[in-house]
């Protein structure tokens, strides 16, 4: 139904700032519900942040509050997480995730997931 696509991880140095971008190419962007997740190895993919598709919600694990912000543009068909304040703890391979149902705040709630892209935060 839709393919997901996540680009703008990299390498950053302690208190930075990255802006992620996962790019939907398929049908009706705007009928999904938005999150974005991220996984450490040894870990449990865990929730960063989700958006409704009406933007009119949004919800953050308490990691991201105060510093990252998840937004949509759904004219370019791309969700957004602004990850400013970066900490090593951060370091993550990061997932966008797509749901019909609900603001993905868990891995089960996503019906589709891009491949990730790696943010690594430098000490």
């Known amino acids: 139904q839709v393919q997901l696509v996540e680009s703008g991880g990299g390498l950053v140095q302690a208190g930075g700032s990255l802006r992620l971008s996962c790019a939907a190419s398929?049908?009706?962007?705007?009928?999904?519900?938005m999150g974005w997740f991220r996984q450490a190895p040894g870990n449990e993919r865990e929730f960063v942040a989700a958006?409704?598709?009406?933007?009119?919600?949004?919800y953050y694990a308490d990691p991201a509050k105060g510093r990252f912000t998840i937004s949509r543009d759904n004219a370019k068909n791309t969700v957004y997480l602004q990850m400013n304040s970066l900490k090593p703890e951060d370091t993550a391979v990061y997932y966008c995730?797509?749901?019909?149902?609900?603001?993905?705040?868990?891995?089960?709630?996503?019906?589709?997931w891009g491949q990730g892209t790696q943010v690594t935060v430098s000490s």
């Open positions: 995730a797509a749901s019909l149902n609900t603001p993905p705040k868990k891995p089960i709630e996503a019906n589709y």
């Open positions: 398929g049908r009706t962007f705007s009928s999904y519900h």
């Open positions: 958006i409704s598709w009406s933007a009119f919600r949004t």
